[in-house]
């Protein structure tokens, strides 16, 4: 199954995005490859929230690698949970446009 990048939107999107880009061009994605890494101060608590999901894990004081495992099921699970919201968004929309055209 192909993975489709999506385009980041919003600014916690855009923040996660720049975090595992720094990450993945030092190419620090498994334990033996840990990076210095501290981030800016825009990007801190998108950090932190990475690390609470264990997508940064920490290997020492400031090294630290991206776990892609971790990063695509973070993602699947968002996705998963976007699911029923998007198809109830579509049925009204629906609804409403053959409310809309209705002659009767």
């Not at 720094?22 to 990076?35: K, R, V």
């Not at 608590?45 to 495992?69: C, H, T």
């Amino acid at each position: 199954m192909a993975v489709v990048q999506s385009v980041p939107i919003t600014r916690t999107a855009r923040a996660r995005h720049k975090i595992v880009a720094a990450f993945c061009a030092q190419h620090a994605i498994t334990p033996l490859d840990t990076i210095l890494y501290t981030p800016s101060p825009e990007l801190k608590p998108v950090f932190d929230k990475m690390i609470a999901q264990r997508v940064i894990r920490r290997e020492a004081q400031g090294y630290y690698w991206l776990d892609l495992r971790a990063h695509d099921a973070v993602i699947v699970h968002q996705r998963r949970k976007m699911v029923p919201v998007a198809i109830a968004v579509s049925v009204v929309l629906a609804l409403v446009v053959m409310l809309f055209f209705y002659r009767g």
